[in-house]
């Protein structure tokens, strides 16, 4: 059976079907746009696989601890997942080989929580009960994702089953979205103006968070300020022309937002017994209630328990490079080397410190770059060597792609806070908060 695991994604025709139902334009924005582009040429001048092999390797922390500890929720990582699985979805390209023409992007390229809703009740009335709640839950477990009798979940996007925790994540926000259409309709059947009403407040908050929680906690200041203020202006600034640039960067989707897997843990506390691996529990499963999340565990709720990421550099933890066969595919278990494989040999991605110079950076070198034989520098590893060097945020390469390309989104979006007036000072924790009270 094909699943959504990373590195060889196969979703079903009727997303291609649904594309155009999907999209959302206004009278005076555009509409999302259908496939991936770049925001610089490509580089045909690539590495070998034996040197991406070599600096893959150089990446395995073989010390839990070696990257050292940020001050930012644990939860963080898996919200940036959820945003990833939110906003980008390829399932036509194949790793290691260039592709021939464009490649679809099998999400809207909006903070819209697609992933979330698809196209409503009406296109996947799977998702929804008959009073415009989403089906949350098993007869086991009211917590996990439903699902069917062979335990596939029953979501709007199958990725975010691939480990508990994104799978409990994209739970949270099923329960949320319920809650608030209760409050809506003050426990009375609900309608489709109510659905829509509550949709829009759960996205509201959805990128309110993603503005003012999650951008921050992983840009260096000094790079997200510029940008941020543009996005109140209602214009980004340079380096880049983001009036050209397109909604969904190869850049972005294959290198740069994938800054996450290095704050990976090799293991969390899911609640107060149980302790276990990134993969040890979950993925596509059903999830059993004794290994439910605490969220207090994941972001903080001021009670002293919040776990944390690692840091952003370039190491990575071991689990990340040993993927169980249910979530790795056949390219192999290690994540890393898959992922300077597809900037690189795949989607042909310019070097980090041609990036730097052409946007007016001072471009770095690491070390680990020169022991692998390799004259410049993989994106996906240049934007975790700059992290590296800014206490562990994104520094000007890897900040600009990443929270350029998210606020470019928004600033695209007639539907969104940007436009909409709905900027709230919502948290993860008020969404915790407000499902488990």
Known sequence: MNRLAHGNLVEGLHEILGLQDAARSTADMPSPQLFFDRLLPKQLNQPSTEQLEAL??????????????????????????FIDHDLTLDAFSTLGVVPAGQIPNLRTPRLDLDSLYRSGPSAFPYLYDRRFRFVVGTPANAQDLPRNN???????DPRNDENLFISQMHALFLHYHNVLLEEETAGKDAEEADFDTVRKLVESHYQSIVLNEYLPAIVDPAVLAPLVAGFRGGSLPGPVDWTSAPDMPFEFAAAAFRFGHSQVRPGYRANATQRLGLFGRGGFQAVPEDFNITWNFF???????????????????????????????????????????????????????????????????????????????PLWFYVLAEAEVNNGKLGPVGGTIVAGTILNLLLRDGDSIAHNGMESNTTMRDIVEKVFG
């Open 56 to 81: 893959a390797a150089s990446m395995e922390d073989q010390n839990p601890d070696s990257s050292g500890d940020s001050d930012v929720p644990a939860g963080i990582t898996f919200l940036g997942q």
């Open 150 to 156: 062979a335990e596939v979940a029953l979501i709007g």
């Open 299 to 377: 972001f903080d709720l001021s009670d002293g328990n919040s776990q944390v990421t690692r840091k952003i550099d370039t190491l990575v933890s071991r689990p990340l490079f040993q993927m169980p066969p249910r979530v790795a595919d056949p390219n192999g278990p290690s994540l890393p080397f898959r992922n300077l494989v597809r900037g690189q040999l795949t989607f042909l991605l310019p070097f980090g410190e041609d990036i730097a110079a052409a946007w007016g950076f001072e471009p770095i070198t690491h070390d680990k770059v020169v022991d692998a034989g390799l004259s410049k520098t």
